[in-house]
């Protein structure tokens, strides 16, 4: 072989081992590079024997590179191969699909629109999860429009507005602008009569039985041909609240022959007498319906691309041929399937919480027992958590199953680190100490840094075990950062044995807390109450602390003013 070829090598060699180690961020190794290296140069294989040994010193060479200088390097001799580790890198980055025909926005613009009739439950938290995911991927725009225009069926709740945008918040995500529907009737009004103008809608008196024996039938309603300037006197009559509910509609003009009935001459305007909470929209009697005035509205503010359930096809289809009068374009559809969680007894509904709450039930949005954003942030779960697990689904079609398991491991991740360990036993058994322990015991703040120092919880004569680590007689026990005992029956006898007894499996490890100095605990959790005593530091603990009880699970620090401390119990 002779240099010239023996440099090739040597320069292919360090160009496929720089590709390995950059894309899988580890070090190269001969194994890995020699299938692509030979693929690519096939000139090379008479010489097999000998390419190892060449490419074993040019792997050594790189593998002592930070993956910074690796890159770098990378950049000089492959520009266009480390571009396509990036592209797919990047790709690899997102469990959300690429939004349809985005490039072709100047501004890709996209709306959560909840209603308003209570906090959001663990289900609502998909939509402005992926919503928001796209707003910052494309270094867009997303508002929050509450559809609040149905003050009857899904009556709003004044406190839900600003519930609903603290559970924003707490995901982790700030809306471009809000709006209220209910503050925007005239617009919709305005709407109406441009649309009654072009002859593409239509005041109905028909009973609902009636119209729909006539939809059903594909047969027009008798009032269908009204002139111009009848429907227009009579939808501003509406407007006025001179009719009652259920007296008159206003329909679009559709196709009363169109294969789907629920696509003929949908209505878009009702009469309703309740009126609405907000004092500001409390006058009106003559509301849109959602597909009137969300299909408005979408145009109005520039969406680009809509997320909904794959149940609201036909919301698309009715609002089609609104744009069509009007000459818009609609936008994108995402439509997806939905999702169900696990883990609660509690059905996902917001009328069904609400419900439970008014009869005492459920103490509140926020009980632990509750599927709602609300509960999951009382218990110290993390809104990143949460995000991390909605985007993760995607967007098929199909339903999708979200195990809360999910969600913990998710959590999990992000609490670990920083929570520092604590001690706390449920209904513990008093057992007395003997045999000179020491006074005081020190375990870790956390295992995994001790620069954080320990902690100094006092001892006494005796210690609280959970029953279930109560040993039988003549065993051994090492009680966690105190040291070895072994149990008589009745006491635990300090046995000064070193931490070889438990690598040799002859003495279990539990937590424990001192009886005399413990504090009184009352851990809150999805299947009621669970009382216990905690190390006397947990009783300074301030609120919204995270700790985890060692054995137990992790816990939110909820209240310690009182002479029980209440926490949280987040997840194990």
Not at 1 to 14: G, P, T, V
């Amino acid at each position: 072989m002779d240099d010239d070829l023996r440099k090739q090598i040597e320069r292919e060699a360090e160009k496929h081992a720089l590709l390995n180690a950059v894309k899988h961020e580890s070090d190269a190794n001969v194994g890995a590079i020699m299938g692509p290296l030979m693929g690519d140069n096939p000139d090379f294989r008479q010489h097999g024997d000998e390419i190892p040994g060449i490419a074993g010193g040019v792997i050594g060479q790189v593998n002592d590179l930070s993956y910074d200088e690796k890159r770098d390097r990378l950049e000089e001799l492959a520009p266009e191969e480390l571009a396509e580790i990036e592209a797919e890198e990047e790709e690899d980055e997102h469990d959300l699909p690429d939004l349809p025909n985005a490039e072709e926005y100047d501004e890709v613009r996209m709306r959560c629109a909840p209603n308003p009739n209570g906090p959001w439950h663990v289900g609502h938290a998909r939509m402005p999860a992926v919503i928001g995911t796209y707003r910052d991927r494309y270094d867009g725009w997303f508002c929050v429009r509450f559809d609040d225009t149905d003050p009857e069926t899904k009556r709003p709740d004044l406190d839900a507005y600003d519930d609903i945008l603290e559970d924003l918040d707490y995901l982790g995500f700030e809306p471009d602008d809000t709006y209220r529907a209910s503050d925007r009737l005239e617009v919709y009004y305005d709407h109406a009569r441009e649309l009654i103008e072009m002859g593409g809608a239509y005041t109905c008196s028909c009973s609902g039985e009636e119209f729909s024996e006539l939809k059903n039938n594909g047969e027009a309603c008798p009032h269908r041909d009204k002139d111009t300037e009848t429907v227009l006197a009579e939808f501003e009559d509406m407007i006025a609240g001179e009719y009652e509910s259920g007296e008159m509609v206003l329909r679009v003009k559709t196709d009363i022959e169109h294969k789907n009935p629920a696509l003929r001459d949908w209505v878009a305007f009702r009469m309703i007498d309740t009126p609405h909470p907000r004092e500001d929209a409390s006058e009106y009697r003559c509301w849109p319906m959602l597909d009137f005035q969300s299909g408005v509205d979408d145009h109005l503010l520039g969406i680009t691309h809509i997320i909904r359930g794959i149940d609201l096809q036909d919301s698309a289809k009715r609002q089609q041929f609104v744009y069509d009068y009007f000459g818009w374009e609609y936008p994108e559809v995402v439509h997806w399937g939905h999702v169900q969680i696990d883990a609660y007894d509690v059905k996902m509904s917001t009328s069904t919480i609400s419900e439970l709450i008014d009869d005492g039930e459920l103490e509140g949005w926020d009980d632990p027992r509750a599927p709602t954003l609300k509960s999951l942030r009382r218990r110290g779960i993390r809104g990143e958590a949460i995000v991390e697990a909605m985007t993760g689904l995607g967007t098929s079609t199909s339903d999708v199953d979200l195990a809360m398991s999910t969600i913990y491991a998710n959590n999990r991740d992000l609490v670990d680190d920083e929570a520092d360990r604590r001690f706390f036993v449920r209904d513990g058994n008093q057992v007395p100490l003997g045999g000179n322990p020491p006074a005081e015991a020190s375990p870790p703040v956390h295992p995994d840094h001790d620069e954080r120092g320990v902690r100094e919880i006092p001892v006494g004569d005796s210690v609280l075990l959970e029953p279930a680590d109560l040993p039988d007689s003549g065993e051994r026990l090492w009680l966690k950062g105190l040291g070895c005992f072994k149990f008589t029956g009745e006491t635990l006898e300090y046995t000064d044995d070193d931490i070889d007894v438990v690598r040799e499996g002859n003495a279990d490890v539990v937590h424990w807390v001192p009886a005399s100095e413990s504090v009184s605990v009352r851990m809150r959790t999805m299947d009621g109450d669970v009382t216990g005593r905690a190390e006397p530091g947990v009783g300074n603990l301030e609120a919204d602390e995270v700790v985890q009880f060692v054995r137990v699970g992790f816990a939110r620090i909820d209240d310690s003013s009182g002479d029980e401390t209440v926490v949280y119990y987040t997840h194990d």
